[in-house]
């Protein structure tokens, strides 16, 4: 047996909570991508006989996924969706793309403006935005509510001059469509995101519980000439708003004779 692999006897515990996972990961995401339009899931009858499974491998999966708030079952009812996430692609989610007709930054959400003011930049920003500490910028924190809800939490720090364009009153919509009224534009951004849970500052402003699944995401937005203008942190609801993305593999390269692939990685034309 390889190092790092397990065997199991058919029929254990192990293989039962197994077939669990297998259900519950097949099950979430058709919930996730709204694959039950009527908002009800198929019987336990059903998804024992389509997946293979017994009837208690069913029903764990089905609580773990009442326990994520995902679903409610309901006696003489049955099982009804509680729960589906927008998938975002993550071009749209970093504001280099239109907005698709049906998301969150095609002037459907509405932001709950926290703070707008000039401030000193904390010595982190001055650094992420290439300033001198002690530079003056603008700090813009705010809820955005999508779809009824309050979907994410959004902290920008902006540096001056560009800080200097921005007018409160144009802050209507999502942030993306606010720095283009304003007259800004962004050539390039990063986009870092990480799985965290919420603390007790984070469930008050997005109306979840402590301990409930975000997003937490660091973004630095660059302008024409290449410069960071603008540097972001923002907390992401779970079970609102999920990242997408899609990529095509490049062309290989032609190899040198005698050249292999481990070598051609090796190369430090491939490190710079």
């Given at each position: 047996?390889?190092?790092?692999?397990r065997?199991?006897?058919?029929?254990?515990?192990?293989?039962?909570a197994?077939?669990?996972?297998w259900?519950?990961?097949?099950?979430?995401?058709e919930?996730?991508?709204?694959?039950?339009?009527?908002g009800k899931l198929p019987?336990?009858?059903?998804?024992?006989?389509?997946?293979?499974?017994?009837?208690?491998?069913v029903?764990?999966?089905?609580?773990v996924?009442?326990?994520?708030?995902?679903?409610?079952?309901?006696?003489?009812?049955?099982?009804?969706a509680?729960s589906?996430l927008?998938s975002?692609?993550?071009?749209e989610?970093?504001?280099?793309?239109?907005?698709r007709d049906?998301?969150?930054?095609?002037?459907?959400s509405?932001?709950?403006?926290?703070?707008?003011?000039?401030?000193?930049?904390p010595?982190?920003?001055?650094e992420r935005l290439?300033v001198?500490?002690?530079?003056?910028?603008?700090?813009?924190?705010?809820?955005?509510?999508?779809g009824g809800?309050?979907?994410?939490?959004a902290?920008?720090?902006?540096?001056?001059?560009?800080?200097a364009?921005?007018?409160?009153?144009k802050?209507?919509?999502d942030?993306y469509?606010?720095?283009?009224?304003?007259?800004?534009?962004?050539?390039?951004t990063?986009?870092?995101m990480e799985?965290?849970?919420?603390?007790?500052?984070?469930a008050s402003?997005?109306?979840i519980?402590?301990?409930?699944?975000?997003?937490?995401g660091?973004?630095v937005l660059?302008n024409?000439a290449?410069?960071?203008?603008?540097?972001?942190?923002?907390?992401?609801?779970?079970?609102?708003?999920?990242?997408?993305?899609?990529?095509?593999?490049?062309p290989?390269?032609?190899?040198?004779?005698g050249?292999?692939s481990?070598?051609?990685a090796?190369?430090?034309?491939d490190?710079?």
């Amino acid at each position: 047996m390889r190092p790092g692999t397990r065997r199991h006897a058919p029929g254990g515990p192990r293989k039962a909570a197994d077939a669990s996972r297998w259900i519950r990961d097949l099950l979430r995401a058709e919930l996730h991508r709204g694959g039950y339009p009527s908002g009800k899931l198929p019987a336990e009858d059903v998804l024992m006989e389509t997946n293979r499974a017994s009837r208690a491998v069913v029903r764990h999966a089905l609580e773990v996924l009442r326990a994520e708030g995902l679903i409610e079952r309901i006696q003489g009812i049955g099982t009804i969706a509680l729960s589906s996430l927008d998938s975002l692609p993550l071009e749209e989610a970093q504001g280099l793309t239109a907005p698709r007709d049906s998301g969150p930054f095609a002037g459907r959400s509405r932001p709950d403006i926290l703070d707008h003011s000039e401030i000193e930049l904390p010595g982190l920003v001055a650094e992420r935005l290439h300033v001198e500490p002690g530079s003056r910028g603008v700090r813009i924190d705010y809820v955005s509510y999508y779809g009824g809800q309050p979907s994410w939490i959004a902290t920008n720090y902006m540096r001056m001059p560009e800080a200097a364009a921005l007018d409160v009153d144009k802050f209507r919509t999502d942030f993306y469509a606010y720095l283009a009224e304003c007259g800004l534009t962004t050539k390039e951004t990063t986009y870092l995101m990480e799985a965290t849970l919420a603390d007790e500052l984070d469930a008050s402003l997005l109306a979840i519980s402590a301990g409930s699944a975000v997003m937490a995401g660091e973004q630095v937005l660059f302008n024409e000439a290449g410069e960071p203008y603008n540097y972001a942190l923002v907390r992401l609801r779970g079970d609102r708003i999920a990242i997408m993305t899609r990529a095509t593999r490049p062309p290989m390269m032609a190899s040198e004779p005698g050249e292999s692939s481990a070598d051609r990685a090796r190369d430090p034309a491939d490190q710079a």
